[in-house]
């Protein structure tokens, strides 16, 4: 009877919660190539990707908040407010991250040194699956809170577990760019620029983790 009587109600919230999914997807693609512009030192496309990026923060800001505000206090739900608004906030920490990320990049005009050019893109690849596959787990979450389809629980729990396994993987490249940038970079404030910006993109993975986990408390029984 949960599913039969709550299919009625979930739409609207969760129809809000996959448009700003799917914001956080796009801006994958957007970081990757404002990442990989700003290593051509002088790219001239770097500050109109950054816009594009702030442009769906925007997007997205605007969207939880109408999931915020328009949810009335009565509404019937399959799942706990507050494991939802959890959820949301992670998938949206994704997204200031990534923002953020770009911020800590602009600060050298000049470029990431040569030496771990490499490493530092191999890091920005691994925390862009987490990203994209949040979308994905929103649609499989909605198809199943409908449903209740135990096959449909499975696909997310397997999409769950490959989430996790994206974020250890950016993890490992995290810490070991982190060991080259102190090992061959001499300059102590590029050292210190480098070393924060390590820890934002890899906070990317860390909170797309978050929100699966967040997602995998709301399929528990």
């Not at 801006?27 to 496309?45: Q, S, T, V």
């Not at 949301?88 to 050019?117: H, M, N, T, Y």
Request: aromatic fraction near 8%.
């Amino acid at each position: 009877m949960r599913f039969l009587l709550s299919s009625m109600f979930y739409s609207s919230p969760f129809q809000n919660l996959q448009r700003h999914a799917d914001k956080v997807k796009e801006c994958a693609e957007m970081f990757r190539k404002a990442a990989e512009c700003h290593i051509k030192e002088n790219c001239a496309e770097f500050e109109s990707l950054t816009d594009e990026v702030a442009r769906l923060e925007s997007e997205a800001d605007a969207i939880k908040r109408n999931i915020r505000n328009h949810l009335p206090r009565g509404i019937l739900m399959p799942v706990d407010k507050f494991e939802f608004f959890q959820y949301l906030r992670e998938q949206d920490k994704v997204l200031d991250e990534v923002e953020e990320a770009l911020f800590w990049l602009s600060f050298r005009p000049s470029g990431i040194p040569p030496e771990i050019v490499e490493d530092f893109m191999a890091l920005v690849d691994a925390v862009l699956p987490p990203i994209e596959e949040l979308s994905r787990l929103v649609r499989l979450a909605t198809d199943y809170f409908k449903t209740g389809s135990e096959k449909q629980r499975q696909k997310m729990k397997s999409l769950i577990r490959d989430i996790r396994q994206h974020e250890k993987e950016a993890d490992i490249l995290e810490r070991d760019l982190k060991a080259k940038v102190f090992t061959q970079i001499k300059d102590a404030l590029a050292v210190y620029h480098l070393i924060r910006l390590a820890e934002i993109v890899g906070s990317i993975a860390d909170h797309a983790q978050n929100a699966s986990d967040r997602m995998r408390a709301m399929i528990a029984r």
